[in-house]
Nanobody, 116 residues
Framework: QVQLVESGGGLVQPGGSLRLSCAAS????????MRWYRQAPGKEREQVAS????????NYADSIKGRFTISRDNAKKKVYLQMNSLKPEDTAVYYC?????????WGQGTQVTVSS
């Protein structure tokens, strides 16, 4: 059974940091291309970061470039999103997604709220 379980969300003040984790099981994580998305209320889901299977190449949306860092640990079957200098507009539900061959899988999401 495939599972992607996000954690690490919460309430943080503007300028603060959070580290999201996504734990994977049920597929070959080390071969999967991983992505983080977010969806704010009333907005479409948008991709914020991606990382290749070996972690060698990362990409970021312009809106978070320089503030967020995606990484992965294939031994632990986890992907991370380190979020620094958080802004109120970063408030959203954050999802991880795995592209594994012809299939893709989504996590259930974790809420991030940036507010004073």
């Amino acid at each position: 059974q495939v599972q992607l379980v996000e954690s690490g969300g919460g309430l943080v003040q503007p300028g603060g940091s959070l580290r999201l984790s996504c734990a994977a099981s049920g597929f070959t994580f080390s071969s999967a291309f991983m992505r983080w998305y977010r969806q704010a209320p009333g907005k479409e889901r948008e991709q914020v970061a991606s990382i290749t299977s070996n972690g060698g190449i990362t990409n970021y949306a312009d809106s978070i470039k320089g503030r967020f860092t995606i990484s992965r640990d294939n031994a632990k079957k986890k992907v991370y999103l380190q979020m620094n200098s958080l802004k109120p507009e970063d408030t959203a539900v954050y999802y991880c997604k795995a592209d594994s061959g012809p299939r893709f899988y989504w996590g259930q999401g974790t809420q991030v709220t940036v507010s004073s």
